[in-house]
């Protein structure tokens, strides 16, 4: 099925370990996303691609660098991983103008102890 | 700058009974408008959307109608079942370009009793 994928779904790190999470999509879209949902925090930006070869920060884009490796791949990495960064990620894509909304991924829930 | 601000929940109903919940947003121009549903442990799936003044998006008994004098989507629905059991996202994209963002409320989080 046509959609956005993500990797791995659970993973547990330990404070200080880094770890990339894995997104890709086939939808041939061209702005991807990645976003961070905690408890009564709804959903945040964490940094998007409007395009291939271009990144942007959204809103706590600390503690995060993101590749995006071609059209379809869009990476988020955690280079030293804290407690606080524990939640659940989200990749999303998207293409053309306003009209459309965003394709989501099924989530990596990320716990650093 | 853009913003959307959705009711608090978490809202509690019993089967069958009337659902509403409150979307309203702050944007320049005229945005999409969208609701995202979030079954447990899943990701956000696109429930309905409006993409003028007056449209009425519809889905799965699910209705909301774009009112720019008001600037509000609110949700609704007739009769919710326990499966409707779930977390529900309004958001708000501007149309001027590819770049237009899309903006999350916090969610609302329905719980239906049988």
């Known amino acids: 099925n046509a959609g956005v994928t993500q990797t791995p779904k659970f993973q547990v790190l330990k404070t200080g370990q880094s770890m990339t999470l894995q997104c890709a999509q086939d939808m041939n879209h061209n702005s991807m996303y990645w976003y961070r949902q905690d408890p009564g925090m709804g959903l945040r930006l964490i940094y998007y691609s409007a395009s291939e070869g271009t990144t942007d920060k959204g809103e706590v884009p600390n503690g995060y660098n993101v590749s995006r490796l071609n059209k379809r791949e869009f990476s988020l990495r955690l280079e030293s991983a804290a407690p606080s960064q524990t939640s659940v990620y989200f990749c999303?894509?998207?293409?053309?103008?306003?009209?459309?909304?965003?394709?989501f991924g099924s989530g990596t829930r990320l716990t650093v102890v | 700058g853009n913003s959307v601000t959705q009711m608090e929940g978490p809202v509690t109903l019993s089967e069958e009974a009337f659902l509403t919940i409150n979307c309203t947003y702050t944007a320049t121009g005229y945005p999409s408008l969208f609701w995202y549903v979030q079954y447990p442990g899943e990701g956000l799936q696109l429930l309905l959307k409006?993409?003028?003044?007056?449209d009425k998006g519809s889905n799965k008994g699910f209705e909301a109608t774009y009112r720019k004098e008001t600037t509000s989507f609110h949700l609704e629905k007739g009769s919710v079942q326990v499966s409707d059991s779930a977390v529900y996202f309004c958001a708000a994209r501007q149309g001027s370009s590819t770049l237009g963002r899309l903006y999350f409320g916090r969610g609302t989080q329905l719980t239906v009793w049988p």
């Open positions: 999303a894509s998207s293409t053309g103008t306003g009209v459309y909304g965003y394709t």
């Open positions: 409006a993409t003028k003044a007056d």
